[in-house]
């Protein structure tokens, strides 16, 4: 699992982290039993607060995505419901191939939007 933040980013590191976290997570990187690393030694590698690391961590446990235990670490025990977006992104190549667009098109699209 590679995890980056950026600190002139406009989201805040413990957003970024969070959506790190559920994206690595989402896309089975850390699979549901696994560990994710000790909040210490996730701070140091990304060079932020141990206190960013566990609210980041609270809030994928408030989610229903990790276990907290003290001493034992925080455990995946699932997935973030992603289905929802399958489906738009099936959506959205139907109206593509529909509107004549490649993927090329539909990627500027999403990355234009993305910049928002």
């Known amino acids: 699992m590679i995890l980056t933040i950026d600190p002139r980013a ?3 590191l413990h957003e970024q982290l969070v959506t790190g976290l559920r994206g690595a997570i989402a896309r089975g990187e850390v699979g549901v039993g696994e560990r994710l690393p000790a909040a210490r030694d996730l701070a140091e590698s990304l060079d932020v607060n141990v206190h960013t690391v566990l609210k980041a961590y609270a809030e994928l446990r408030d989610a229903g995505l990790i276990h907290l235990r003290r001493g034992r ?10 289905a929802a977006v399958t489906r738009a992104v099936h959506d959205l190549l139907d109206a593509g191939r529909r509107a004549g667009l490649t993927l090329d098109d539909l990627h500027r699209h999403l990355d234009e939007g993305a910049e928002r």
């Open 73 to 82: 670490g925080a455990v995946v025990v699932a997935a973030p419901e992603t």
């Open 10 to 12: 406009p989201r805040t």
